[in-house]
């Protein structure tokens, strides 16, 4: 698990390493600049080196970097950008060790070839939009050909929300200090990192002071984290779990959820779906277990009755916007004694109105993309892809629940505050059914006893890398949800 800092808890950990362990700044900036100076010696980067640098902090590693450069036998050129008077104290000190070296300081970039251009304007203190002299220069920076190093962030990208300022510089490495920012993974920051560096420079965990960062991501070690197989075992120890999917003429939806929790390694799936998906399902699953209704009349006894005993509950892949659908939605809702994954047309149905949610103590998750979360909170799909983190946040501050917002960074919020944000996956995976797979994944780890919250993340995450499996047998174009499928097993049979 790897935590994802935002502007305001990076800043507790530089400040608590300076002022509770008493490691001065001006140390951290050397390090920091140190370990620059690696990469750039590491890649054999040569004469002539811009850097480029702000009045803060950032601007502050620098100046450090330019004066390293400079012992080491290069001859760096550096630029200022900024009065002399908003330098910070240690920017400040490094911009007098710079004169004393009589290392030259320009205010505008001079118009020569340069092999690396380092920008070191705006890091974590970025706080509004980049205007006037700073958007003419990271623009002028961007034009300039050379191998591109953002130190800690590239500037314009805002550490909170991976927003462009205005302007961001394009970098080909981030290198990034301490611990990695929310900006750098979520979009469209993502895609001016280049290759993200994250290097330790003396912040370590121990500056969060007991008090842990609330989001994180995973690596292909938190795999580690999934449902172990027991010696000695039965269908039973991997969990029972039910999926209420499948209208007449969408049975794939209830066969590529029923086929992902197995993939994913329950013990036993039971599908209730309508009669004329019976035979198909028979065919296409016959490891399933189907409890089949043929008129609405029968559905409650029938769907209370198929309840009992089950570790997990999906609803909605393929149930159709319909009536019955938000009839199958209230029984379950308030009647279920497990978790329940709501999907799909269930999230259809829930959003003809939302506090059905507040008739269960059960937890819920939800696993919206975007169109079904606009439907579910009213705002309009721009608003709320603009704003992930925010609209996810909202969302579960006023209905308690886990809400897995889908999009090409997803992201998993819970009612305690905890913020999953994924990196797995691409976008070969934007395909039909690729919903009912991790519908029947997360379903399958809550089933096998995993907490919901965790099951959901790590379901997220398997999902993408299963994505990344099929992807590279079948590519971007011809991937389909059942090649995820597929890629289940390709993931797991490494870990197991
Ligand atoms: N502290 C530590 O221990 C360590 C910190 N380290 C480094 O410090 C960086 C953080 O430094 P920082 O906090 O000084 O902020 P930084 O990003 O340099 O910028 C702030 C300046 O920019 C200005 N400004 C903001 N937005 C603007 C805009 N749109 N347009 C124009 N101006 C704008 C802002 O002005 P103000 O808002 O105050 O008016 C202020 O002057 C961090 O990313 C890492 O690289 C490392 O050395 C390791 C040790
Ligand atoms: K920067």
Redesign the pocket.
């Known amino acids: 698990m790897e935590y994802l800092l935002d502007s305001k808890t990076m800043?507790s950990c530089?400040?608590a390493?300076?002022n509770y362990f008493g490691l001065p700044?001006i140390v951290?900036?050397e390090r920091?600049a140190l370990s620059v100076i690696e990469l750039i010696q590491d890649k054999k980067m040569k004469d002539n080196i811009l850097v480029v640098c702000?009045?803060?902090?950032?601007?502050?590693?620098g100046l450090a970097i330019a004066r390293i450069l400079y012992e080491r036998g290069y001859k760096p050129i550096v630029v200022l950008i900024?009065s002399d008077d908003?330098l910070?104290k240690?920017a400040a000190i490094q911009k007098k060790i710079l004169e004393k070296y009589k290392i030259n300081i320009e205010s505008t970039i001079p118009q020569i070839e340069y092999t690396t251009i380092i920008d070191?304007l705006?890091?974590?203190?970025?706080?509004?939009?980049?205007?006037g002299i700073?958007y003419e220069n990271i623009s002028i920076m961007n034009k300039i050909e050379g191998c591109k190093i953002a130190?800690?962030?590239p500037s314009g990208i805002s550490a909170d929300t991976g927003k462009v300022?205005g302007i961001a510089f394009q970098a080909d490495y981030t290198i990034t200090?301490g611990f990695s920012k929310i900006g750098l993974v979520l979009y469209p920051g993502c895609t001016y990192c280049g290759k993200i560096i994250v290097k330790d420079?003396g912040?370590t965990k121990d500056s969060f002071l007991g008090e842990l960062p609330i989001t994180f991501t995973y690596n292909k070690k938190d795999l580690q984290e999934l449902p172990k197989r027991k010696f000695y075992s039965n269908k039973g120890t991997y969990g029972k779990i039910l999926i209420i999917a499948g209208n007449i003429n969408m049975s794939g939806a209830a066969c590529l959820a029923g086929k992902s929790a197995y993939f994913t390694g329950s013990g036993l799936v039971n599908i209730f779906t309508s009669s004329e998906n019976r035979i198909i399902l028979q065919s296409n699953l016959p490891e399933a277990v189907l409890t089949c209704f043929n008129s609405e009349e029968e559905i409650e006894e029938l769907l209370l009755e198929s309840m009992e005993n089950v570790d997990a509950i999906a609803i909605g892949p393929g149930c159709g916007d319909n009536h019955i659908t938000r009839k199958l939605l209230e029984l379950v809702i308030k009647n279920t004694k497990v978790p329940v994954v709501i999907d799909a047309d269930g999230l259809n149905a829930l959003s003809k109105g939302n506090e059905l949610l507040t008739e269960t103590d059960q937890p819920i998750i939800l696993t919206p993309h975007l169109g079904e979360m606009s439907r579910l909170t009213g705002d309009d799909v721009g608003k709320i892809q603009s704003a992930l983190l925010n609209s996810s946040k909202q969302w579960v501050n006023k209905y308690k629940s886990i809400l897995v917002l889908k999009d090409a960074r997803t992201i998993v919020t819970d009612s305690n505050n905890r913020v999953y944000i994924n990196r797995s996956g691409n976008n070969g995976m934007a395909t039909a059914g690729s919903g009912d797979v991790l519908t029947g994944i997360i379903t399958s780890l809550i089933g096998q006893g995993k907490k919901p919250f965790e099951a959901a993340s790590l379901a997220v995450y398997l999902h993408g890398l299963a994505g990344d499996e099929a992807r590279k047998k079948y590519g971007v174009y011809s991937l389909m949800a059942s090649h995820i499928i597929e890629g289940i097993s390709m993931v797991l049979k490494e870990i197991n």
């Open positions: 800043k530089d400040s390493t300076a700044s951290l900036m920091a702000g009045t803060g902090n950032n601007g502050g590693d900024g908003s910070t240690e070191a705006f890091g974590i203190g970025l706080s509004r939009e980049v205007e700073y130190i800690d962030i300022l200090f420079i912040i």
